[in-house]
């Protein structure tokens, strides 16, 4: 279960001051109801994978025993 700020409370901010467990959540959630989106909501998600790939991606900077190298945003 995702547990951080609601899309209400992030649409308030930059996308560049998102968490990147945030845009993980929010670009997952958004990609599995994409042929529904209005043009808001295809707007939105674009500018989330822009801002995902002005980071360079999202990947875990190192893995070890207690956790892998995705990120998790449960």
Not at 10 to 30: C, N, R, T, V
Request: glycine share 10%; proline share 1%.
């Amino acid at each position: 279960m995702y547990v951080g700020r609601d899309m209400t409370a992030l649409s308030m901010i930059g996308k560049e001051e998102w968490k990147d467990s945030e845009l993980a959540y929010f670009h997952h959630s958004l990609q599995q109801i994409m042929p529904y989106l209005n043009s808001e909501g295809q707007t939105i998600h674009r500018q989330i994978i822009n801002e995902i790939q002005n980071r360079g991606g999202l990947h875990r900077r190192e893995g070890d025993y207690t956790h892998g190298t995705e990120i998790v945003y449960d």
